[in-house]
């Protein structure tokens, strides 16, 4: 891959943290990952979502990533993941318990952690689309 040599400090983290990212998927899942029929390193960089851009607030840090996904990982070590089509909510409690919810589903707004998140990353998104800079 070419690029400047002024970037080699961050193509050298960015490879760092693929790896690191590779090696917890290999974790989770016990065991290597399986290659695709046919496929070679250029098309997984090809296909890799990958961070665009990111904001810290007061509570949380939000990303986002090139699939047009939102992950808003709260310091309590809760986490929130919007998907593109804003139909799916994923969060993750503290326990590392992670539940997926279809959006319009009554669960969402049954429980209070998930809704104070909803609520909250709602109005930091709002900020970030109108250009406010309060967070």
Excluded at 24 to 51: F, I, S
Excluded at 62 to 88: G, K, N
Aim: positive net charge.
């Amino acid at each position: 891959m070419n690029y400047p040599s002024t970037l080699q400090k961050k193509v050298t983290l960015l490879t760092h943290f693929r790896d690191y990212l590779l090696e917890q998927h290999k974790r989770l899942d016990g065991g290597a990952l399986t290659p695709r029929a046919g496929r070679d390193d250029n098309d997984v960089d090809r296909n890799m979502t990958y961070l665009k851009k990111w904001v810290r607030t007061k509570h949380a840090v939000f990303f986002r990533l090139s699939d047009q996904s939102v992950q808003i990982v709260f310091y309590d070590h809760t986490e929130v993941l919007l998907t593109p089509d804003e139909r799916y909510i994923t969060y993750v409690d503290r326990n590392r318990s992670r539940i997926t919810y279809y959006m319009t589903d009554e669960l969402v707004g049954c429980n209070t952690e998930i809704e104070r998140r909803l609520k909250y990353t709602k109005e930091i998104l709002q900020q970030l689309v109108d250009g406010s800079t309060k967070r």
